[in-house]
């Protein structure tokens, strides 16, 4: 069972490069998630879909784009990387909202360094 | 006001320790309530999860639930190594016709053999 698969696990980007985090569920779920996750603080929602072709912005957008082409597949781009992009990046899927007892399930994490 | 605090802790305890790690929140809309546990270099996964006030046990662990406190528990009995993890609350309700998932900080859990 593979779950939610997140490429590469580790990444440095000059300021300015740009790259996309790889994101794929083979659970067939229709919502799917990114977070980042800084030190002491928390996990903040970067951008989420609840199904292909439909995506939205979460609590810190800025800086990032998305895409929804697959039930399967969450790309998360990085434009000009910043050095406050320097995070712990997970992607998460779930087969619905939290709130209607659906499991979140996350994925190993990209670590990006942005030099 | 934050709307979800957790101490960071660090918390270092013996083998066979009884733990208690805390959250409070600020919103009393929060209808759904849940702990994740996460491995060092691994992403969270749920540990436990509730939606009303009281107490749930699952083995060793037992979540609780305060609603008129604002106030969420989870108590890990004779903890083991094993347990060693970063443990983050997490709480969620409707907003807008969406669902907002708010996370705590996490506070890193080490269990001394």
């Known amino acids: 069972n593979a779950g939610v698969t997140q490429t590469p696990k580790f990444r440095i980007l000059k300021i300015g490069q740009s790259m996309t985090l790889q994101c794929a569920q083979d659970?067939?779920?229709?919502?799917m998630y990114w977070y980042r996750q800084d030190p002491g603080m928390g996990l903040k929602l970067i951008y989420y879909?609840?199904?292909?072709?439909?995506?939205d912005k979460g609590e810190v957008p800025n800086g990032y784009n998305v895409s929804r082409s697959t039930t399967e597949d969450f790309p998360l781009r990085l434009e000009l990387a910043a050095p406050s992009q320097t995070s712990v990046y997970f992607c998460?899927?779930?087969?619905?909202?939290?709130?209607?007892?659906?499991?979140?399930?996350f994925g190993s994490g990209t670590q990006l360094s942005v030099l | 006001q934050k709307e979800v605090e957790q101490d960071p802790g660090p918390l270092s305890v013996p083998e066979g320790a009884i733990v208690s790690l805390n959250c409070t929140y600020s919103?009393?809309?929060?209808?759904?309530f849940m702990w994740y546990r996460q491995y060092s270099r691994k992403g969270p996964e749920l540990l436990m999860y509730?939606?009303?006030?009281g107490n749930k046990e699952d083995g060793r662990f037992t979540a609780q639930v305060d609603k008129s406190s604002k106030y969420i528990s989870l108590f890990i009995r004779d903890s083991q190594p094993s347990d060693s993890a970063t443990y983050l609350c997490?709480?969620?309700?409707?907003?807008?016709?969406?669902?907002?998932?708010?996370f705590g900080k996490g506070m890193k859990l080490t269990v001394n053999p």
């Open positions: 998460a899927s779930s087969g619905g909202q939290v709130l209607t007892n659906e499991k979140l399930f």
């Open positions: 659970m067939n779920h229709n919502y």
């Open positions: 879909s609840v199904g292909a072709g439909i995506t």
């Open positions: 919103n009393s809309a929060f209808q759904y």
């Open positions: 509730t939606y009303s006030s």
């Open positions: 997490a709480m969620s309700l409707t907003q807008g016709g969406s669902e907002k998932l708010v």
